[in-house]
């Protein structure tokens, strides 16, 4: 299994980004995807989560109405659509395989400036 998460960076308030997540050694479309955030000296928390499917998502409180994670099977790739970013967003971002993850990606930092 192999996760690589990539997009992430520096955002100015009320700015969008998209995290992308290529996944590989694993039947894609066999597994819910997620993906999690986590700051130092805090737990990892769930973001968003998306079944095998596509048709059912489940999303952190924090988030709802401004992130989405679609999915595309033909490029092994979750994604993490963000929006309305705030300094809150602030995090090291990881892509799940499962929606109670098995495995991680290593994280990719986003930063929302205040």
């Known amino acids: 299994v192999r996760l690589v998460e990539s997009g992430g960076g520096l955002v100015q308030p009320g700015g969008s980004l998209r995290l992308s997540c290529l996944a590989s050694?694993?039947?894609?479309?066999?597994?819910?995807m997620s993906w999690y955030r986590q700051n130092p000296g805090q737990a990892r928390e769930l973001v968003a989560a998306?079944?095998?499917?596509?048709?059912?998502?489940e999303y952190g409180d924090s988030v709802k109405g401004r992130f989405t994670i679609p999915r595309d099977k033909a490029k092994d790739t979750v994604y993490l659509q963000m929006n309305g970013l705030n300094s809150e967003t602030t995090a090291v971002y990881y892509c799940?395989?499962?929606?109670?993850?098995?495995?991680w990606g290593p994280g990719t930092q986003v930063t929302g400036s205040s």
């Open positions: 998306i079944n095998n499917g596509g048709g059912t998502t």
């Open positions: 799940g395989l499962g929606s109670r993850p098995l495995d």
């Open positions: 050694g694993f039947s894609f479309d066999q597994y819910d």
